[in-house]
């Protein structure tokens, strides 16, 4: 498990790297790996960052998208990649708060990155159809009386939207039933055909189907409403120990330029506490963070010491 001294070191540690001479590594372009296809959250949240950072930042910042292996093949490349600042992973809760527990012969490690600074937060929706339940009360009814006919649609047996879900499960003594998708589009056209009940999902595809109409948001997993939808309650209304959202953060391989991860934050934290980028991630269901280094590595050994006990309670396993 990290330790907190491990992780706060790890900007520190990176003082004893040589910086690199003015014109030459300085010129290269940042690069930022997304371990996931193109499309997604993370995908969109790497692309809105890197066209507004280059201009803060002072160099040029590409996306290149490395997906496979429950983002393991993103981030294992990343971690073995250059330690000089130009590279850099955008990591989700997954990655490094959820693979380490449930990952056998993880090929990486929490204390291989230093941290730069937290993007985001994602709480999941829970979506029902329209002739569905009304309300999370009417859901646990349904699914109290009905155990395990109850099914909703995830990314895995080991994803984060199945562990909200299995945190809602338990907490409320009912059972409902997962079912695996590799994508949302899936899920949406199972959930219309009325052949799954319920989704766990992104806040953008949640509040698409609620706004048309073809999909009712139930309840949030997070730990604030949501603006702009702010009648629907969260899980944590009623049972405050639920609260259940990824992430999304910049990191770069450990020992990496001290220097270099303090531009590198700076420019990031420009970008996203501007209204436009605020803007952005709230159409997208997400919140805006920015933080420190210092304050995202002790953000990630907190998530991290929360989520491992959960999961050996809950025998999660991916491989």
């Given at each position: 498990?990290?330790?907190?001294?491990?992780?706060?070191?790890?900007?520190?540690?990176?003082?004893?790297?040589?910086?690199?001479?003015?014109?030459?590594?300085?010129?290269?372009?940042?690069?930022?790996?997304?371990?996931?296809?193109?499309?997604?959250?993370?995908?969109?949240?790497?692309?809105?960052?890197?066209?507004?950072?280059?201009?803060?930042?002072?160099?040029?910042?590409?996306?290149?998208?490395?997906?496979?292996?429950?983002?393991?093949?993103?981030?294992?490349?990343?971690?073995?990649?250059a330690p000089d600042g130009h590279?850099?992973?955008?990591?989700?809760?997954?990655?490094?708060?959820?693979?380490?527990?449930?990952?056998?012969?993880?090929?990486?490690?929490?204390?291989?990155?230093?941290?730069?600074?937290?993007?985001?937060?994602?709480?999941?929706?829970?979506?029902?159809?329209?002739?569905?339940?009304?309300?999370?009360?009417?859901?646990?009814?349904?699914?109290?009386?009905?155990?395990?006919?109850?099914?909703?649609?995830?990314?895995?047996?080991?994803?984060?939207?199945?562990?909200?879900?299995?945190?809602?499960?338990?907490?409320?003594?009912?059972?409902?039933?997962?079912?695996?998708?590799?994508?949302?589009?899936?899920?949406?056209?199972?959930?219309?055909?009325?052949?799954?009940?319920?989704?766990?999902?992104?806040?953008?595809?949640?509040?698409?189907?609620?706004?048309?109409?073809?999909?009712?948001?139930?309840?949030?997993?997070?730990?604030?409403?949501?603006?702009?939808?702010e009648e629907v309650p969260l899980?944590?209304?009623?049972?405050?120990?639920?609260?259940?959202?990824?992430?999304?953060?910049?990191?770069?391989?450990?020992?990496?330029?001290?220097?270099?991860?303090?531009?590198?934050?700076?420019?990031?934290?420009?970008?996203?506490?501007?209204?436009?980028?605020?803007?952005?991630?709230?159409?997208?269901?997400?919140?805006?963070?920015?933080?420190?280094?210092?304050?995202?590595?002790?953000?990630?050994?907190?998530?991290?010491?929360?989520?491992?006990?959960?999961?050996?309670?809950?025998?999660?396993?991916?491989?």
């Amino acid at each position: 498990m990290p330790t907190r001294r491990a992780m706060l070191a790890a900007p520190c540690i990176a003082l004893s790297a040589a910086a690199p001479r003015p014109g030459q590594a300085q010129a290269r372009p940042v690069t930022i790996t997304v371990p996931f296809p193109p499309g997604g959250s993370t995908d969109v949240t790497a692309r809105v960052l890197a066209e507004r950072m280059a201009g803060p930042l002072g160099l040029p910042v590409q996306v290149e998208n490395r997906p496979g292996a429950a983002t393991v093949i993103g981030a294992d490349y990343v971690a073995r990649s250059a330690p000089d600042g130009h590279n850099v992973l955008i990591a989700s809760g997954s990655t490094l708060t959820i693979n380490p527990h449930i990952v056998r012969n993880l090929s990486y490690r929490l204390e291989d990155f230093s941290p730069v600074t937290l993007v985001s937060t994602l709480p999941f929706a829970i979506v029902a159809r329209p002739d569905g339940p009304a309300d999370l009360q009417a859901l646990m009814a349904r699914a109290a009386a009905r155990p395990g006919a109850i099914t909703y649609g995830t990314n895995g047996p080991s994803s984060f939207n199945n562990i909200a879900m299995l945190l809602v499960n338990e907490a409320f003594y009912v059972r409902m039933q997962d079912v695996t998708y590799r994508g949302d589009s899936a899920q949406v056209a199972d959930l219309l055909g009325g052949r799954l009940d319920l989704l766990v999902v992104g806040g953008a595809t949640g509040l698409a189907l609620h706004r048309a109409g073809t999909g009712r948001i139930l309840a949030w997993t997070g730990d604030r409403r949501m603006p702009g939808n702010e009648e629907v309650p969260l899980v944590a209304d009623f049972k405050p120990d639920v609260v259940a959202q990824t992430w999304f953060g910049l990191l770069v391989p450990a020992r990496s330029p001290a220097g270099m991860i303090e531009r590198l934050s700076q420019a990031a934290v420009q970008v996203i506490r501007g209204d436009d980028f605020r803007g952005r991630m709230l159409n997208e269901g997400m919140f805006a963070a920015g933080s420190t280094p210092e304050e995202f590595g002790r953000f990630l050994i907190t998530e991290s010491n929360r989520w491992g006990p959960l999961l050996r309670r809950l025998d999660l396993q991916a491989g």
